[in-house]
């Protein structure tokens, strides 16, 4: 479950199979990204709740704090209170960020992390 005394960000877990496409494996690129950024800089994480979780539906983490409607990932939901310009949605009294470009922006500004090079 996420802590919302802290910036949540939820990713899928890779290595995951879709029935849509049989005999197939996949990743998130999404997921991967930003996965990637948060490993590159360890001593930043410490500040976030960070889940990975499996692709299948419905993902019981993310529903039981957005609602059905709102599963899509990578998702990051701040803390309890807190908005954002970069945020996407609110549901269920949280504000989330649902994009991947905004998520790493909110990293940036929220976290420290650095900013992608242009």
Sequence with gaps: ????ERDTIFLLKPDFKDPAWPGQRFYC???ALID???ASFPDLQG???IHHIAWDRPRAEVVEILGEEHQSLPVMILKSGDTSSLQTGHANG???IADKDAILLALS???GFP???P
């Design 1 to 4: 479950m996420a802590d919302a």
């Design 36 to 38: 990637g950024v948060l």
């Design 47 to 49: 500040a976030l709740d």
């Design 29 to 31: 690129w999404h997921c």
């Design 94 to 96: 949280q504000a989330f």
């Design 115 to 117: 900013v992608p090079h």
């Design 109 to 111: 500004e929220r976290h």
